[in-house]
């Protein structure tokens, strides 16, 4: 079955750099997240998006944003990146509706220099 | 949430042994719970989730129990197989409220031949 695709899965950036992280959900799914896990820990929810329209916020730092657009992959773009910055960038996605499960994807490796 | 930097709760235990993994969940509002699997370098793998109208729920060699009263999660897996060894991650979320998961810390489990 057709998994969660996420790009690049490593990505190397110096500080104060920018960094575009890419989301493909699973083929139907409406609703993307975003998440955060740094080494040894859990995930922490960053936002989400419903239908092209942000669904819900977490602990997203204000120098990162996000968007879904119309075929619903999504990007998470993150400016004047900093060391405390990498980490694993999980996305997931659900159907709305059908059921609430969460289905990751494989992450992206964020290396800050 | 809580850092628990680099040492996460450990389980050992031997192939083919029935292993129980426990999670303090902490919303009493949460209705809905899902465990996840994750290795090493990969994303969450869902194992299998349960809603507070229940107690039990059975998978393939997985059962899940919920205590509501006392906020407590387990996940059994039976036969333990070396295929088994990873983090595992409960998480909690309210249907119809906010969309992110709450994730608890993770443990992880250790299978010794």
């Known amino acids: 079955a057709a998994g969660v695709i996420q790009s690049p899965r490593h990505l190397i950036k110096e500080k104060r750099e920018t960094a575009t992280l890419k989301c493909y959900p699973i083929p139907r799914h409406d609703t993307v997240y975003w998440y955060q896990q740094g080494p040894g820990q859990d995930p922490q929810f960053l936002i989400s998006f419903y239908e092209k329209m942000q669904s819900d916020k977490g602990s997203i730092p204000d120098r990162f944003s996000a968007q879904q657009f119309s075929d619903y992959h999504s990007e998470l773009n993150m400016s004047s990146l900093e060391l405390g910055d990498s980490a694993l960038y999980f996305c997931?996605?659900?159907?709305?509706?059908?059921?609430?499960?969460?289905?990751f994807g494989p992450g992206t490796r964020l290396l800050v220099l | 949430g809580e850092s628990v930097g680099l040492h996460l709760p450990t389980l050992s235990v031997q192939e083919g042994d029935n292993s129980i993994i426990n999670c303090a969940y902490s919303?009493?509002?949460?209705?809905?719970f899902i465990w996840y699997k994750q290795e090493s370098g990969k994303g969450p793998q869902f194992i299998i989730d349960?809603?507070?109208?229940?107690d039990k729920r059975q998978g393939q060699r997985v059962t899940v129990l919920l205590n509501k009263t006392v906020k407590h999660l387990s996940l059994q897996i039976a036969a333990t197989q070396p295929g088994d060894s990873a983090v595992y991650f409960c998480a909690e979320n309210i249907v119809g409220g906010a969309d992110g998961l709450t994730f608890g810390k993770g443990t992880h489990l250790i299978i010794q031949p």
């Open positions: 919303n009493s509002a949460s209705d809905y």
């Open positions: 997931a996605s659900s159907l709305t509706g059908a059921e609430e499960t969460q289905y």
């Open positions: 349960i809603r507070s109208n229940m």
